[in-house]
């Protein structure tokens, strides 16, 4: 089977970008209107195009293989020049302001390192950033993109997945020197652990590890002790700290876990079934100056899929 016409392969490869960005092809479909059976069909072909697989279909999700990651940093960057190329092409330079709410830890830790790039890109847009944890309702008029973890569905309001959220326990290395060894959550018996009260909010405090725990099979650990913390920022850094061993997400740990302050001594990450979404009021997209803030950090999301589907 071949691919002839180079527009075909550009297809082909926008259906790739969508599915890289969510690891799913049923909502990469949602994203690009069409059935999950053509996402399927197109990524097929694509990679027997290019003769090697771009996912490892496993039996609850999928993830890159090392070539999908490769071609998905050659891809992202290149889709998100031409979206650039076409907004400056369609109306010249935008200006004005932009009001983009955000989770603290979402926001400090993935979105403020990126920031100076769309500054770059959008110099004449005037981003005005709000933190604003998710307990604080989204109420129409407030903003005009709301960054949110959730299941996705906001009434009253349209939402763009931007990153499925996993959950893994993590620690310092200098943790388990002079401790037996933590190969296993029995082994969680010997080490002082830490607790983000406000991952599951309206849970018990122990509720973001006992879920973890019982994703994996081991529900007979005790894990009711220990530090509480109601910052996700905080619990990280006590546990870059040596404090204990804690529950980490993927999306908010990528660098500690690349520059080895943090290490991941279990195997297992479990999917907690919520997303982060960009969050807007229908028309909000009209604006040209909210599209592209949130075409711009949907695309980051895409670009920054290689390394966040692979931390572990």
Known sequence: MSLTAPSQVHAR????????????FTRAGEELHITTGAVSQQIKLLEAWLGFKLFRRLPRHIELTDEGKHLL??????????????????????S?????????SFLAT????????LMNDYPAIELRVEAEDSNRSLRDGDFDLAIDLNDGAYAGFQ??????EEIFPVCSPALMTGRPPLNSPDALKHYPILHDITAWRGSQPYAEWEGYLKAIGAAHVDVRRGYMFNRNQIT????????????ARRTLTTNELESGVLV????????????????YSAGALDDRRVATVHDWIVAETRRAGATVATRL
Do not use: N
């Open 96 to 104: 004005g302001v932009v009001r983009l709410r955000a989770l603290p």
């Open 159 to 164: 939402s763009t997945v931007l990153l499925e």
């Open 110 to 117: 993935w979105l403020v390192p990126r920031l100076p790039t």
């Open 264 to 279: 991941a001594p279990f195997e297992q990450s479990v999917r907690t079934g919520k997303r982060y979404c960009l969050v």
């Open 73 to 94: 940093a050659a891809v992202a960057p290149a889709f998100a020049a031409v979206d650039l190329a076409i907004g400056h092409l369609r109306g010249g330079p935008l």
């Open 13 to 24: 490869l926008g259906v790739f970008l969508a599915v890289a960005g969510h690891l799913s």
């Open 236 to 247: 990280i850094q006590c546990a870059i700290a040596g404090m204990g061993v804690t529950i």
